[in-house]
């Protein structure tokens, strides 16, 4: 079983389309964990970006009842479980924003699944795109 931590931005693209990364979330090989700041940064998300909303093609209702399905298959650790490690998530981080899901990663000792390039610009957390993931889960 591969553990890893769920970058909003995987749960936006699982959000938008049945596709790889909405399989992948529901995949039997991997545990998903992610920080309680998920779910603040989509509801911030859908309710300011208005390109979102477009690109979503579907009524508050189902798109609720996606994010539903899509959560339910997420670990959500509140902040109090990785406070501890936050400062330290901040120093290693290539963005601040993404600082709650490098803490986590820094609790439960897994990588990161993000499509953000930006965060593979350091050492300490794995950082796996999706094509990676789908490799390291065909091999």
Known sequence: MLELIVD????????????ATRALIF???LKLYS??????????????D????????????ETNAVIHELIHNINIFPISEYAIFVKRAIEICPDEYDAPYFALALKL?????SNDKRLKKQQIIGV??????????NQ
């Open 35 to 48: 920080p309680e700041y998920l779910l603040s940064e989509l509801d911030e998300h859908l309710k300011s």
């Open 27 to 29: 995949n039997s090989q």
């Open 8 to 19: 909003a931005n995987i749960l936006f693209s699982a959000l938008l389309a049945k596709s």
């Open 128 to 137: 796996l795109n999706t094509s990676e993931l789908i490799s390291l889960l």
């Open 109 to 113: 000792k897994c990588q990161l699944w």
């Open 50 to 61: 208005n390109e979102l909303k477009e690109k979503l093609k579907q009524t508050n209702e």
